[in-house]
């Protein structure tokens, strides 16, 4: 119904504007063919001013079976409205597609290439850029320029070009990063229509750089823009801290990026993933080993310190993916301070916690309250020095272990297969 009300006002404004073009007195409203006389002819090229060609020819069937099929020539190209000497002045106005589609306009003026524009860098997105100049299909038409699966290749002929990232020193690299991610690789490699494409997040006429706080994508917002396709992540997200205190405005808590990234979001299991196992401790250490973040509000920094001296610090510094990370016991998205009794660190629900079943299954109450973020390192408490060198030397025993009994192992199957070998 929206669709078909925005349609109607569209062709209203379309027929207000032919109609006042055929009453004007002196003025007569070319019909196409008018146009063509010339414009059919596929060799008509115009050299520009330092040989830059560009061919005249308009495929007037092409024309035809776009969206804007009804509207003649000069309804577009207004200032040639009523003129009868042909050829006509060399300079035709730019085209405004604004006449037409005025919300559409607002938006994109608003937007950082609207802005650009205004400020005359040239090379910053206007409609036909995005769209087309004569062949403009619907936006559900696969063969659209801005059909959903086509966008990043859209986006991407000036924010994947490099030559236009020479020009703009210190704008990310999106497109590239983009196809490499998750919501990338399943649009451009697998066609899933309904992973992420640039448009779902950045909007597609109201775009904005990232310091401009009139931008859908600005920090307190994040979490809605993803939320739209990850529902239930956003719906534990929003019942954590993280989520809780962005709600209240503040800034520093973590959004969805903070942990995901922006452009290079990709499944957790995925080595290169910044929520990979081995990758969580320094993805949350960005903000817990940062006095100015998490000093704000009272939260100790230390509690990174003593995770990395801890025993469970050393295994996965030495790897380990099976070695309890932030998350084993702090959960991810509904992470929720101890003194909050549906909080997995609540001391009712430690021994849960701690006795899940790839960790210490059947954990004793007196087990869950060891205090996993004290330092192993205290100079004067030589009981655990001694366990500390002990679990060292289990850890570098067990590695070198392994090291041993894979080299021994590749020698005999090397020596097994120059036997066969040799008895073929
Ligand atoms: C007698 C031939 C002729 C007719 C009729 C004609 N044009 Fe053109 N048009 C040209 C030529 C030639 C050019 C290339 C510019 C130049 O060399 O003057 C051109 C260029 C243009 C341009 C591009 C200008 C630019 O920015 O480079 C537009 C737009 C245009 N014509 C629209 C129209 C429309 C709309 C009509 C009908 C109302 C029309 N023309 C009728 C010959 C014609
Ligand atoms: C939906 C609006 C629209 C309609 C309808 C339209 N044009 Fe255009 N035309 C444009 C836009 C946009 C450009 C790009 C230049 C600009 O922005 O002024 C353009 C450019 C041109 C050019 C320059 C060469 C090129 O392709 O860039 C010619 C010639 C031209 N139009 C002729 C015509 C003729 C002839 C018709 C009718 C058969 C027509 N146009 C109908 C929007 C339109
Ligand atoms: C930076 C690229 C870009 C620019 C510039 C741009 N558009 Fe779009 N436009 C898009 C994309 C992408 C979509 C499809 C959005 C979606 O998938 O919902 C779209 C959709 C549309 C639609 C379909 C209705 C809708 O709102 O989804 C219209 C009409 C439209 N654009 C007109 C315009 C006009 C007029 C201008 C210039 C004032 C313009 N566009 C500038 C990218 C652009
Ligand atoms: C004279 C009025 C007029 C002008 C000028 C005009 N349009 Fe349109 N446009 C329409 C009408 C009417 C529709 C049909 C509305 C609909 O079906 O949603 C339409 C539809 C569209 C659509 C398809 C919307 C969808 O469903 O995806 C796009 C995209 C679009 N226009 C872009 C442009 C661009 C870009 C320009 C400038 C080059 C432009 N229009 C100039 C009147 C105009
Ligand atoms: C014709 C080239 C062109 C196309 C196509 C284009 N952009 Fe841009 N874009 C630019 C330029 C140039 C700027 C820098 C504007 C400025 O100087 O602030 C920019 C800026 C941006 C910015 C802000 C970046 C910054 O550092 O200020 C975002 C976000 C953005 N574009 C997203 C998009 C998306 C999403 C699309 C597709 C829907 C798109 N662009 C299509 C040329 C383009
Ligand atoms: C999953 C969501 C998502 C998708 C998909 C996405 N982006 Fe972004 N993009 C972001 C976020 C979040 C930021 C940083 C916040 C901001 O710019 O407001 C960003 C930043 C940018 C910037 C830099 C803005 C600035 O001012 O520094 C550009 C340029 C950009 N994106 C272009 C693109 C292009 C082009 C595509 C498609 C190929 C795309 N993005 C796809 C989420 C996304
Ligand atoms: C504090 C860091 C953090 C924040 C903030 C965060 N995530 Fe996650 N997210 C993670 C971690 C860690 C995992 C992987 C857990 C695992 O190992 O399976 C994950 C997993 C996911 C998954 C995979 C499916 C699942 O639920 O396990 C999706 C989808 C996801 N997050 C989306 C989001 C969205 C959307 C937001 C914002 C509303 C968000 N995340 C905020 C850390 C975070
Ligand atoms: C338009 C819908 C859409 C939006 C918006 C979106 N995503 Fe996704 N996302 C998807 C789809 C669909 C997949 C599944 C892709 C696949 O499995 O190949 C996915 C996959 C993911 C995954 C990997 C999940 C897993 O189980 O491996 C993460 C993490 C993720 N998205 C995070 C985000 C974040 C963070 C944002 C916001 C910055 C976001 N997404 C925005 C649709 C979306
Ligand atoms: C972008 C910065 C940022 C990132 C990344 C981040 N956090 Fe936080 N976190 C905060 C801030 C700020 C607070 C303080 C909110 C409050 O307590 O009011 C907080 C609060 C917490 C709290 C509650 C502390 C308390 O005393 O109430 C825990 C637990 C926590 N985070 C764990 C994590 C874990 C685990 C990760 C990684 C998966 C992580 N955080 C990633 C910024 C971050
Ligand atoms: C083996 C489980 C475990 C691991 C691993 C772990 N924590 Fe904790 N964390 C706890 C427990 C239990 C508490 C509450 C008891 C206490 O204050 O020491 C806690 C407390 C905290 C607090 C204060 C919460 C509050 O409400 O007072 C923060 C912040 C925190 N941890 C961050 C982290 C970060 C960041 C990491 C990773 C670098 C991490 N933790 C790793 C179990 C763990």
């Not at 392994?402 to 120059?418: S, T």
Request: glycine share 8%; net charge negative; with cysteine.
């Amino acid at each position: 119904m929206v669709k078909a009300g925005i349609a109607l006002k569209q062709w209203a404004i379309a027929a207000v504007a032919m109609v006042f073009l055929w009453v004007s007195p002196g003025v007569r409203a070319q019909s196409n063919e008018d146009c063509m006389v010339c414009h059919s002819d596929n060799t008509l090229v115009r050299e520009y001013e330092g040989g830059r060609k560009v061919s005249m020819f308009v495929d007037e069937s092409a024309l035809g079976s776009s969206v804007h099929a009804p509207l003649g020539c000069v309804d577009c190209h207004q200032d040639l409205a009523g003129v009868a000497d042909f050829p006509h002045a060399e300079e035709v106005a730019d085209v405004g597609c604004g006449t037409c589609h005025e919300d559409l306009r607002e938006l994109h003026e608003r937007s950082v290439h609207g802005i650009a524009l205004k400020k005359g860098e040239t090379e910053a997105a206007r409609c036909r850029d995005c769209h087309g100049t004569h062949y403009i299909l619907p936006k559900s038409d696969p063969r659209s320029s801005v059909f959903h699966l086509k966008q990043p290749a859209t986006c991407g002929a000036c924010h994947g070009d490099s030559g236009f990232l020479q020009r703009h020193p210190g704008m990310p690299r999106a497109a590239q990063s983009y196809a490499e991610s998750i919501h990338g690789k399943a649009v451009l490699k697998y066609g899933m229509n309904i992973a992420a494409v640039c448009s779902d997040c950045h909007g597609a006429h109201d775009i904005h750089a990232r310091d401009d706080a009139d931008g859908p994508l600005t920090r307190p917002h994040v979490a809605a823009v993803c939320g739209k396709c990850h529902p239930s992540a956003l719906g534990s997200y929003r019942s954590g801290i993280h989520g809780v205190v962005s709600t209240e405005g503040k800034t520093e808590p973590a959004v969805c990026t903070d942990c995901h990234g922006e452009h290079t979001i990709r499944a957790p299991t995925d080595p290169s993933s910044s929520v990979y196992v081995t990758r969580i401790v320094e993805t949350c250490s960005t903000c817990h080993a940062d006095k100015e973040i998490v000093g704000k509000f009272g939260v100790s920094v230390q509690r990174v310190e003593t995770y990395r001296e801890s025993f469970h610090g050393l295994g996965t510094k030495y790897g380990s993916t099976v070695v309890a990370n932030c998350v084993s016991c702090h959960q991810y998205h509904d992470i929720k301070p101890a003194s909050d009794p549906s909080s997995s660190i609540h001391p009712q629900n430690l021994q849960d916690t701690c006795g899940q079943p790839r960790c210490h299954m059947g954990a004793t109450e007196r087990f869950a309250k060891s205090d996993v973020h004290s330092s192993i390192t205290k100079p004067d408490d030589w009981v655990l020095q001694l366990v500390r060198a002990v679990y060292i030397l289990i850890i570098g025993g067990t590695l070198g272990g392994m090291i041993i009994h894979n080299a021994i192992d590749y020698a005999g199957r090397r020596r097994h297969k120059r036997n066969t070998h040799a008895d073929a």
